[in-house]
C-alpha cells in the first residue's frame, strides 16, 4: 500500500511566522501535489511536482513556495503566514499522469 | 460554468439504501475517472478507478462512466452507518486534474 505521511496533524501557528509543511511517500512516485481544502470550496491545487527539483504553480500559489530536493519528500512553506491560510492542507502523490492521487491525513493550520 | 459539477448535499439515507453519487463534466478530455471517501479529519481514501464506459464493480461499489453523456456516478449498495463520509469525484485527462466539490452523505441506522 502506499503510504504518504505528513509530519504534523495540526499546528497552531502565529501571523508572520514562516511554516514548513513536510510530506514523504513511499512508494517513488514521480508526481507529488499540495492542496489546501476549505469548506464550500473544495480542494484547491497549491503546487505540484513532476520531478525532482521541478515545481508547478496550481491554482493558488500566491503566498506560498515549496521545495522537492529528493523524489520522496514535497515541503509546502508559508513564507510569511496569514490568518487567511488557516485550513486543511493535503499532501498528495501519483505514479505518473493520470494515475490516481492518494492522500496524506492533512494538517489542520491555525494561524492566529 | 465549472468544468466538473458534483451536487454538494448533504444526503440523508436510511441505512440498506441505494445510494447514487453523480458528478458532470463539460470537457471531453477527461479520460480517466476516480471517486474518493473522506472521513472527517482524514484524507481522501481511494475507492474507485476507471477509464472506459460502463460499469466497474468492486464489492458493495460500483462505479459507471458515460462518456457520451460526460456523466459519471458511484452507486453504494446496502448502506452502512460506515460509509457516512464525503465522496469526491476525480477527473483526469490531457493535463487536467480537477475534483468535484463533494457530496456529503450521510447513513441513517
Known amino acids: 500500500d502506499v503510504k504518504v505521511t505528513q509530519s504534523s496533524r495540526y499546528l497552531v501557528k502565529r501571523t508572520g511566522e514562516k511554516v514548513f509543511l513536510e510530506c514523504v511517500q513511499d512508494?517513488?512516485?514521480?508526481?507529488m501535489f499540495w492542496y489546501r481544502q476549505d469548506p464550500g470550496l473544495g480542494l484547491r491545487l497549491i503546487y505540484f511536482?513532476?520531478?525532482?527539483?521541478?515545481?508547478e504553480k496550481g491554482d493558488i500559489p500566491e503566498g506560498y513556495s515549496v521545495s522537492r530536493e529528493k523524489k520522496e519528500r514535497f515541503s509546502l512553506i508559508l513564507e510569511s503566514a496569514s490568518t487567511n491560510q488557516t485550513s486543511m492542507y493535503l499532501c498528495?502523490?501519483?505514479?505518473?499522469?493520470?494515475?490516481?492521487?492518494?492522500f496524506g491525513n492533512g494538517t489542520r493550520l491555525t494561524v492566529t | 460554468q465549472k468544468e466538473v459539477e458534483q451536487d454538494p448535499g448533504p444526503l440523508s439515507v436510511p441505512e440498506g439504501a441505494i445510494v447514487s453519487l453523480n458528478c458532470t463534466y463539460s470537457?471531453?478530455?477527461?479520460?480517466?475517472f476516480m471517486w474518493y471517501r473522506q472521513y472527517s479529519r482524514k484524507g481522501p481514501e481511494l475507492l474507485m478507478y476507471?477509464?472506459?464506459?460502463g460499469n466497474k464493480e468492486d464489492g458493495r461499489f460500483t462505479a459507471q462512466v458515460d462518456k457520451s453523456s460526460k456523466y459519471i456516478s458511484l452507486f453504494i449498495r446496502d448502506s452502512q452507518p460506515s460509509d457516512s463520509a464525503t465522496y469526491l469525484c476525480?477527473?483526469?485527462?490531457?493535463?487536467?486534474?480537477?475534483f468535484g466539490q463533494g457530496t456529503r452523505l450521510t447513513i441513517n441506522p
Open positions: 498528495a502523490s501519483s505514479v505518473m499522469s493520470n494515475s490516481p492521487l492518494h
Open positions: 512508494m517513488d512516485h514521480e508526481n
Open positions: 511536482s513532476y520531478d525532482v527539483k521541478m515545481k
Open positions: 470537457n471531453s478530455a477527461f479520460q480517466y
Open positions: 476507471t477509464y472506459s464506459s
Open positions: 476525480l477527473l483526469q485527462g490531457a493535463q487536467k486534474l480537477v
